[in-house]
């Protein structure tokens, strides 16, 4: 496989018997210049003095989105220690212990995916300064919302009196920021890769939640060299006054070759995660020692603040992506749209009261929502969410107000595989115990839509980003929509992904 720099095709090309949509008829599609400009059904095409290619009776479908990606984190995933099969926080220790074993002396040992909520001991530098005590050693958790350190890892990160060495929320997030990384020009390489990776995926598009000046590094990516993806860059809060002073909006598209960066959402957080028990509930956690009160979570933003902010932003275009996990903070996320009555998303949506699911449709509110939490995280809801999971990734519930669900990853959290996300979202499992919730399912056509910009089928007019499967994802069984053979990808005319690839 091969990738080219994703500018629109000058000879024209027809699709040749292929399913125009899912479920769809045999069609012949024409494309040039980027575009979808005719449509025949099958064998109707006039000759062209462009190219054709016959897919055989395959399924084209409009190019996929992942709503929600921390790029950079999702590039280095692979070159870390993965902990996230650990039981206790004893086995992931040693697993960091046989890691430094096996790298030079004084090498950091970094290591991601460790989930403590069920684990039946309390991560501490101890731990890992009995295994590690010569060099820094952190883990990042799952959820990106805590990091594990040692000794040598808190004096790096100037938290060397902390007391445990985990560090939550906002100090785990200047710590991460704090460690030494790999050069610009090596973590772009590993960009561009995982962005190959993603278009073998059918994915066209990305929404970027990386937290970093993301407008001026995919800037930097897509002047450098070919980047198969369209990218919508987020703004965090450190940015937002330059991105006004540049007179920025959101959708607004920048001066990259082929168009392909948009300038995104404005991201801010309102609470922590359900793995940390620092997502913001009416009802408190259990308590963490026997006889001491629970904690209720963390609210991040106070809500005056947050309605603040949410008005400058989009007084200024900017439409924000609030970040809210417990029931408590999407309260307070749907209390400040109301109050600013502006356009915008809520990030995750995790567990929602009863009351607050048919707002994000009176408010306009888009929920971006991330199925493979549910899969993964069910047995944390269960623990820390007990008596509330039948609210917990309510997509069903959602859907049935009229909300509009746009799908993502979360990777690293989840990998980023569009067909893992919508199979999560239709059969609420991911191993061989029966679905979680199962009145929470979606159909596969409003998971297909949640994945998609355009929501609907293929039409004349619409910008040529397609991907070409093998099956047809409505009769599809659940591995075969898991594990979906994505035959090619085409991204403004041009193919990112596939055996033409190369003639193009």
């Not at 220790?93 to 460790?114: K, N, Q, S, T, Y």
């Not at 801010?268 to 940390?276: K, Q, R, Y």
């Not at 963390?298 to 603040?305: F, G």
């Amino acid at each position: 496989m091969t990738t080219t720099r994703a500018v629109p095709g000058t000879r024209p090309l027809t699709l040749r018997r292929v399913h125009l949509g899912a479920g769809g008829p045999l069609s012949d599609v024409r494309i040039e210049s980027g575009r979808v400009t005719a449509v025949w059904p099958a064998g109707e095409s006039p000759r062209s003095d462009g190219e054709s290619v016959d897919l055989d009776g395959r399924t084209l479908l409009p190019g996929l989105w992942d709503a929600h990606v921390h790029m950079v984190q999702w590039a280095g995933l692979r070159r870390r220690l993965d902990v996230s099969g650990a039981r206790s926080a004893r086995e992931a220790a040693d697993a960091v212990g046989g890691r430094a074993a096996a790298l030079p002396a004084g090498e950091p040992v970094i290591g991601h995916g460790f989930r403590d909520g069920l684990w039946p001991d309390a991560p501490h530098k101890d731990l890992l300064d009995a295994l590690v005590p010569d060099r820094p050693a952190l883990l990042i958790s799952m959820d990106l919302h805590c990091a594990w350190l040692n000794s040598a890892g808190l004096a790096l990160v100037e938290r060397g009196d902390h007391p445990t060495g985990l560090l939550r929320e906002d100090e785990c997030m200047r710590a991460m920021r704090q460690l030494p990384t790999a050069s610009v020009e090596l973590t772009d390489v590993w960009v561009r890769d995982a962005c190959a990776e993603a278009a073998a995926r059918g994915v066209t598009g990305i929404v970027d939640f990386e937290f970093a000046d993301n407008i001026a590094d995919w800037t930097r990516r897509m002047n450098d060299a070919p980047v198969p993806l369209r990218v919508a860059a987020s703004i965090w809060s450190p940015h937002l006054e330059a991105a006004i002073g540049r007179g920025l909006r959101t959708g607004q598209t920048l001066d990259t070759p082929g168009g392909l960066l948009e300038v995104g959402p404005f991201k801010l957080l309102v609470d922590g995660s359900l793995n940390t028990r620092t997502a913001l509930c009416h009802e408190a956690y259990p308590a963490a020692i026997p006889g001491e009160p629970g904690s209720h979570g963390l609210e991040m933003v106070p809500p005056q603040e947050l309605v603040s902010l949410l008005r400058r932003a989009s007084s200024h275009g900017i439409e924000p992506a609030v970040h809210a996990i417990g029931d408590r903070a999407n309260e307070m996320a749907l209390d400040a749209f109301e109050a600013v009555r502006c356009h915008g998303r809520i990030e995750h949506g995790q567990l929602l009261a009863p009351e607050d699911i048919p707002r994000f449709a009176e408010l306009g509110v888009t929920v971006s929502v991330q199925p493979t939490h549910a899969v993964d995280d069910r047995d944390v809801a269960d623990r820390h969410w007990a008596g509330r999971t039948h609210r917990a990734y309510a997509f069903a519930d959602l859907l049935a107000a009229g909300a509009v669900l746009e799908l993502g990853s979360d990777a690293p959290v989840a990998p980023l595989d569009p067909w893992l996300t919508m199979a999560s979202a239709v059969t609420r499992t991911g191993d061989e115990r029966p679905p979680w919730h199962p009145e929470q399912r979606i159909p596969v056509a409003d998971a297909l839509a949640g994945s998609s910009r355009q929501r609907r089928l293929i039409r004349v007019g619409d910008r040529a980003d397609l991907v070409v499967t093998d099956t047809d994802p409505l009769t599809a069984d659940a591995r075969t929509l898991r594990e979906m053979p994505v035959h090619a990808t085409m991204l403004a005319g041009t193919w990112t992904h596939g055996p033409d690839t190369a003639r193009r």
